[in-house]
Nanobody
Framework: QVQLVESGGGLVQAGGSLRLSCAAS????????MDWYRQAPGKQRELVAT???????NYVDSVKGRFTISRDNAKNTVYLQMNSLKFEDTAVYYC?????????WGQGTQVTVSS
């Protein structure tokens, strides 16, 4: 059974930092590209950051220079380090794994940034 379990969300003041984690099980983790998405109330789900199986990263413009995605294949875990958080970063953050036609989603973790 495939599971992606996010953790690390919470309430933080603007300018603060959080680190999200996503622990994967039931998949050949090192073969998957991993993403973080987010969805704010009333908005569409947005791709925030991607890391390929080779470790290549990409970010949406709004988080470049503030967020860092990384992965630890030995721990089957992907991380999202979020610094200099802004009110507009408030959203539910979802972990996503993809490989060919296979894709899996986590249940999401809430990040709330107070202004």
């Amino acid at each position: 059974q495939v599971q992606l379990v996010e953790s690390g969300g919470g309430l933080v003041q603007a300018g603060g930092s959080l680190r999200l984690s996503c622990a994967a099980s039931g998949i050949s983790f090192r073969m998957y590209y991993m993403d973080w998405y987010r969805q704010a109330p009333g908005k569409q789900r947005e791709l925030v950051a991607t890391i390929t199986s080779a470790g290549v990263t990409n970010y949406v413009d709004s988080v470049k220079g503030r967020f860092t995605i990384s992965r630890d294949n030995a721990k089957n875990t992907v991380y999202l380090q979020m610094n200099s958080l802004k009110f507009e970063d408030t959203a539910v953050y979802y972990c996503h794994a993809g490989w060919g036609r296979y894709e899996h989603w986590g249940q999401g973790t809430q990040v709330t940034v107070s202004s």
